[in-house]
């Protein structure tokens, strides 16, 4: 495999000649790179008139990720950050038949997961998400005591998922549901999360009064609220 980099009409690309049939052109978060991988037998004027060609849909769709800030996705490889309850840890993967969850390291700020080198994302991604869904299980009892006398209710029981929102709750049963990545963030936004979803017990849509309730049981919540998007 050679890799090299070419500029095509201001455009940067990285080019991987790989024993393929097709030519592909992919754009990567979080920059916009323009990696094109073609056959082994194609010529350099072929691959200029292909970058051409689709000069236009590169530079929109460039211009769609810088805009809307997307993320490269997580490989969970050696180095990359990481963080837990707001602190950034640099991820380090052992193998390890001993230890079975991940571990954090304070003093060095190093994040180690037990997974061998050549396992996949998903799996790795599993193992993470077991060790967010601990951390949020011991988190919870306390702030769920704290923000339930702020507010005045209690909800029927606390769930944690893997979801999209960060929080949900049901109004019929009382059930509150959190999202386990919450233990990525700063301990103030569970806080936050927390008092949110109790005071859809008094006021089950987002308008004027719930906002009062906010106003009242977290005044700081539009900060938080920022922190917690970002
Ligand atoms: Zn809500």
Redesign the pocket.
């Known amino acids: 495999m050679k890799k090299e980099t070419k500029i095509i009409e201001d455009i940067t690309i990285t080019l991987e000649r790989k024993n393929i049939k097709n030519m592909y052109l992919r754009i990567l978060p979080p920059y916009g790179e323009v990696k094109v991988s073609a056959p082994l037998f194609l010529s350099d004027e072929d691959i200029t008139n292909f970058v051409k060609s689709k000069k236009d849909w590169i530079l929109k769709k460039q211009k769609y990720i810088i805009e809307n800030d997307i993320k490269a996705p997580l490989k969970y490889s050696n180095g990359e950050k990481h963080y837990l309850w707001g602190k950034e840890y640099t991820l380090q993967l052992i193998s390890n038949d001993t230890i079975k969850n991940v571990l954090i390291d304070d003093e060095k700020s190093v994040m180690y997961l037990p997974i061998p080198k050549r396992s996949t994302i998903e799996k790795r991604e599993k193992i993470m998400n077991e060790f967010y869904r601990a951390e949020m299980k011991k988190a919870i009892p306390p702030v769920l005591d704290k923000c339930s006398q702020i507010v005045g209710k209690k909800p029927s029981e606390v769930k944690i998922r893997n979801m999209k929102?960060w929080?949900?709750?049901r109004y019929h049963d009382k059930r509150i549901t959190l999202n386990l990545k919450l233990a990525k963030k700063d301990p103030i936004c569970l806080e936050y999360v927390m008092i949110?979803?109790l005071?859809?017990l008094i006021e089950f849509?987002?308008g004027k009064k719930?906002k009062k309730l906010m106003d009242t049981y977290c005044p700081n919540w539009k900060k938080i609220k920022k922190m917690l998007n970002e």
């Open positions: 929102n929080g949900n709750c949110h979803e005071c859809h849509n987002h719930f």
